[in-house]
T-cell receptor, first 111, second 111 residues
Framework: QKEVEQDPGPLSVPEGAIVSLNCTYSNSAFQYFMWYRQYSRKGPELLMYTYSSGNKEDGRFTAQVDKSSKYISLFIRDSQPSDSATYLCAMTTDSWGKLQFGAGTQVVVTP | DAGVIQSPRHEVTEMGQEVTLRCKPISGHDYLFWYRQTMMRGLELLIYFNNNVPIDDSGMPEDRFSAKMPNASFSTLKIQPSEPRDSAVYFC?????????FGPGTRLTVL
């Protein structure tokens, strides 16, 4: 079993819809949780960074962490075609070292 | 800042040849990471350095892979001899205070 599980999709939504992405994990020692966005043929870029449990909002993006359920989510409101990308969750026990990535979910937002 | 710089962007080589990938991290960053991304295995950490010192190379697949960081502004990942299963996108990332910035990647094809 992988330490981090993420549905690879693809997830297709119409423009303006809410995109809901999630990951589950098995290592209860994970403390730092991140979401990266990766456009085709580009490197991943950090979208959201959360420490421990709770919610964090940044514009149209909301990240949630539920450590009791070992479950993290990313919501994208008012989705745009420019949000079409692969979204990878990542987590680590300390902010400096190894990041464990999910497989990535491909999102397609259709006009 | 130009971000993390990787070269070459694309490399096609024949099985058995030596391949050298290069990375220039962002100035002031004290961590440098080498990742490999494939469809089958996703994004895998190969090795990372802190202040030019290798900290964890447990992700390096075989002795055919080696990485060096002779100074704070340059790192190499070498594969010798290369094999078709090494075909992947190799990313270099650097970080300071935990936020990893990825380079554009090197797409390696071994025939």
């Amino acid at each position: 079993q992988k330490e981090v599980e993420q549905d690879p999709g693809p997830l297709s939504v119409p423009e303006g819809a809410i995109v809901s992405l999630n990951c589950t994990y098995s290592n209860s020692a994970f403390q730092y949780f991140m979401w990266y966005r990766q456009y085709s043929r580009k490197g991943p870029e950090l979208l959201m960074y959360t420490y421990s449990s709770g919610n964090k909002e940044d514009g149209r993006f909301t990240a949630q962490v539920d450590k009791s359920s070992k479950y993290i989510s990313l919501f994208i409101r008012d989705s745009q075609p420019s949000d079409s990308a692969t979204y990878l969750c990542a987590m680590t026990t300390d902010s400096w070292g190894k990041l464990q990535f999910g497989a990535g979910t491909q999102v397609v937002v259709t006009p | 800042d130009a971000g993390v710089i990787q070269s070459p962007r694309h490399e096609v080589t024949e099985m058995g040849q030596e391949v050298t990938l290069r990375c220039k991290p962002i100035s002031g960053h004290d961590y440098l990471f080498w990742y490999r991304q494939t469809m089958m295995r996703g994004l895998e950490l190969l090795i990372y350095f802190n202040n030019n010192v290798p900290i964890d190379d447990s992700g390096m697949p075989e002795d055919r892979f080696s990485a060096k960081m002779p100074n704070a502004s340059f790192s190499t990942l070498k594969i010798q001899p290369s094999e078709p299963r090494d075909s992947a996108v190799y990313f270099c990332a650097s970080s300071f205070l935990g936020n990893r910035i990825f380079g554009p990647g090197t797409r390696l094809t071994v025939l």
